[in-house]
């Protein structure tokens, strides 16, 4: 970071300026609107157009939050999963975990208030965007590999204990987003060596299969018309 500053961080940095033009951009005349057209996703929409928005949706800060929050958070946490984590698992942890949430919270709509993890109807079309869930998704995925055991837990307790004390849509998505990337950190310490290692005997046996077929081919072009190959 001392010798190429913002750009050791690429992911980071883009995250951290998306953020920042969208609050810019939603606060212009006409802006929220565009805003909502591609990248506000509510569990009203149709399931196919939410998927559509939700990569976007991650980068839409919410309204009534300061933005600063939002920027700092971004960028330390997305900075420090690129250099733990490598950039193409931060962005499968961060889009994993913000689709988990907004998969459950039309789930929830769908149950509704009857049940533990319901919503009332009208939670169908409250907006539903942010990098919350990424970041604690991320910081619970940090901490399982550096073995920090401590922020891991301290980040469940205060997640948990938010869902409790204010229990509303973003609490139990952060939830959600927790339940996630401990899903992800187990799965990846436990076969993290094993697809590259499958991956790796199928590129090596296809090499000597097509080097044992390119053989028989200079073979058969060496020998006369008619004659057998043994």
């Keep these: 970071m001392a010798r190429k500053r913002f750009a050791a961080f690429p992911l980071a940095t883009v995250a951290t300026f998306l953020i920042l033009l969208f609050s810019i951009v939603q606060h212009l005349p006409g802006g929220e609107r565009f805003v909502n057209h ?22 839409v800060p919410a309204l009534d939050l300061p ?8 960028f330390v946490v997305f900075a420090i999963a690129e250099v733990v984590l490598g950039r193409r698992m931060t962005l499968v942890v961060a889009y ?3 689709l988990a949430g907004t998969l459950f ?6 149950i509704g208030p009857g049940h533990l993890f319901g919503f009332p109807k009208w939670v169908a079309y409250v907006r539903d ?3 919350s869930a990424a970041v604690v998704a991320l910081a619970i995925c940090i901490a399982f590999r550096t073995r920090a055991w401590f922020t891991a837990t301290l980040v469940v307790v205060l997640m948990v204990g938010e869902a409790v004390l204010l229990p509303n849509l973003a609490g139990l998505e952060h939830v ?24 790796a ?21 060496r020998r ?3 004659a057998v190959i043994p």
């Design 38 to 59: 591609i990248g506000v996703v509510r569990a009203s929409l149709p399931l196919d157009l939410s998927l559509l928005r939700t990569p976007l949706s991650l980068y």
């Design 201 to 221: 005997g199928v590129g090596a046996a296809t090499s000597v299969a097509t080097a044992a077929s390119l053989e028989v081919a200079k073979e058969a072009r």
């Design 105 to 110: 919270a039309r789930v929830g709509v769908a």
């Design 176 to 199: 959600v987003a927790v339940i996630t990337a401990l899903l992800i950190a187990v799965s990846v310490e436990v076969f993290g060596d094993f697809w590259p290692r499958v991956m």
């Design 67 to 74: 933005v600063w929050g939002a920027l700092a958070q971004v």
């Design 129 to 131: 965007t942010g990098p």
């Design 224 to 226: 006369p018309a008619g």
């Design 96 to 98: 994993a975990c913000t």
